[in-house]
């Protein structure tokens, strides 16, 4: 995701809808209210833009099965195969709740874009390694890389991940890239059943740009095994993002206007969007509460970075 600091409750001032966000806390303290707002709004921003929160892209890729053959690319870009090595397991030996000096922490506050709060024990270490997040009636689950995770510029961040059940108004975020300090942020999202957006966030003097490009609509991935990629190169003005190694999308900092500049770490999350938020409900469709005995289960099986 997922995609965020204090503007959650003047986004619901303003515009009574929101788009993908879930509040943080800050490195090294509870920064419970410093990621509030990170997706508010997914509308492509060009000249004189206007902040405005998320709508379906106009464009999208042409949907092709999966896992096989591999997925079609965006037009204009480069079908490059990346080296698709070994990723080890998440590493949450030192995670203890309020412990940000370790490599990595589950929430364990409230999410503005949600009526679903982020629960620390959501996120469990399963005896093979892998890492379970759990989504139920009560709770929502989100991995934050802390300070035993380097934070980068640059580089290749992957995950690999089994998909849960896509359904509407379901956001799931199965590797993004996010800075507390400055908002910068780079995610891959699924939303709802409606398909894979890959976005790019940015503020500029306080006011949040965003590119979004729909991947693969109408194609349902639920329960597939993926490995996502998203490779940053500031110094050349690049994005590129990766999925099963095949590049699917571009992101140009010449063709948007603006681009990250700051270093980033990694999160894994997966929440429903609120269901009164009109633009959320156009953005991945309306949520249809989970019952008592009901859940979603998302997989981590490994994360890896490539210094560039």
């Known amino acids: 995701m997922k995609t965020r600091a204090l503007i959650a409750a003047s986004t619901l001032c303003v515009f009574a809808v929101g788009a993908f966000a879930a509040t943080l806390p800050t490195t090294g303290s509870t920064k419970a209210s410093a990621k509030s707002v990170t997706k508010v709004e997914k ?7 206007v902040v405005t929160l998320p709508k379906p892209p106009a464009t999208a890729v042409t949907p092709v099965a999966q896992p096989t053959p591999a997925p079609s690319a965006t037009s204009g870009a480069t079908v490059t195969a990346v080296r698709l090595a070994t990723l080890p397991p998440l590493d949450l030996s030192n995670m203890r709740l309020w412990n940000y000096a370790g490599n990595w922490h ?11 709060p982020w629960r620390y024990n959501r996120v469990t270490k399963a005896t093979n390694g892998d890492v379970n997040f759990t989504l139920d009636a009560a709770a929502a689950p989100e991995l934050k890389a802390e300070a035993g995770i380097r934070a980068a510029k640059d580089g290749l961040w992957e995950a690999i991940v089994t998909l849960p059940k896509l359904r509407d108004g379901l956001v799931v975020a ?4 996010y800075n507390n300090s400055t908002r910068d942020e780079i995610d ?3 939303a709802g059943r409606k398909g894979l957006d890959v976005t790019v966030h940015k503020y500029v003097n306080g006011l949040h740009l965003s590119k979004t490009q729909r991947l693969f609509a109408g194609v349902d991935m639920s329960g597939q095994r993926k490995r996502f990629g998203i ?5 050349s003005g690049t994005i590129k993002m990766y999925l099963d190694g095949v590049l699917v999308h571009t992101f140009d900092k010449n063709t948007m206007g603006f681009f990250p500049t700051s270093d980033m770490r990694p999160i894994i999350s ?3 969007a609120r269901s009164d938020w009109g633009n959320f409900v ?3 469709g309306k949520w249809t509460p989970l019952k008592s005995n009901e859940k979603l289960v998302m997989v981590a099986h490994g994360y890896g970075y490539t210094a560039p």
């Open 43 to 49: 509308k492509v921003v060009k000249a004189a833009p």
């Open 106 to 116: 589950a929430s364990e506050w409230a999410n503005a874009m949600s009526f679903t």
């Open 174 to 177: 199965p590797l993004w890239l």
């Open 188 to 190: 891959f999202e699924y």
């Open 231 to 235: 490779q940053v190169s500031q110094s």
């Open 270 to 272: 997966m929440w429903p």
């Open 282 to 284: 156009d953005w991945v």
